[in-house]
């Protein structure tokens, strides 16, 4: 027997239907989504709110980072900027912190990368959690080096003031595993769902439909 689901206020009434079928793939007991062979809406195929279709585009996106990422020594570093924003807020939340990081990587002389953006949802505040990860080409010491504090200070800057978190807000570190990296980076935004967040996950995709979830340039250059 799943979990009733509340909707949240504001919630779409017109994706009910792919709300529930969404709600269908997930197991009340595991909290892991069922494998789906096809869409179990006909008029949800290829549509960015089907998780079947979402599962598959994501398996595509690896493998295609992956093949760009190969070409590449492994001294990497994976950058993830991040703020908590209301539904509301949340394309524009996206918008501006995709932008920061790319305009962040171009000021710091980045030219191969590989950036993709997506939002989680924090159930501990209730609350989406927009942000970039970047898989980028450089050198761990000399130079090309990008000190934490530069990476840090640089898309700080470029974010706008009512965005800022509180502390913190950028993470960087080695890449050691590049397929495990570009499935995490390429993950469908179903991936950690449960059925207590299936709403705030269709209606999140909802909200930042249309928006380029990826921009690559340089060595990550490639077509999909």
Known sequence: MLTTFT???GYPDHLAPVR???????????HERRKLSS???????NSPLCPSCRGREAQHQSRRLLESAALIPENKLKLITSANVELPELREAT????????????????EHCAVRSEFSVDALIDSYHPHTHAIV??????????????????WIAELPVWLHPIEGGTHT???????????YVCKSPYANASPGTIGQIV???EATKGLR???????FKYQN
């Not at 179990?40 to 195929?45: K, N, P």
């Not at 979830?213 to 060595?219: I, L, N, P, V």
């Open 95 to 110: 918008r501006a912190i995709t932008h920061a990081t790319k305009a962040a990587l171009k000021l710091l002389g980045i």
């Open 137 to 154: 080409s450089t050198s761990p010491t000399g130079r090309g080096y990008i000190p934490a504090d530069d990476w840090h200070g640089a």
């Open 173 to 183: 570190e080695r890449v050691y595993d590049v397929a495990g990296i570009c499935r």
């Open 20 to 30: 529930q079928m969404v709600l269908d793939s997930i197991t009340n007991e595991t």
């Open 7 to 9: 909707p949240t206020v």
């Open 213 to 219: 979830r990826f921009a690559t340039s340089g060595a």
């Open 39 to 45: 869409c179990s809406i006909r008029s949800a195929c």
């Open 203 to 205: 209606a999140g995709i």
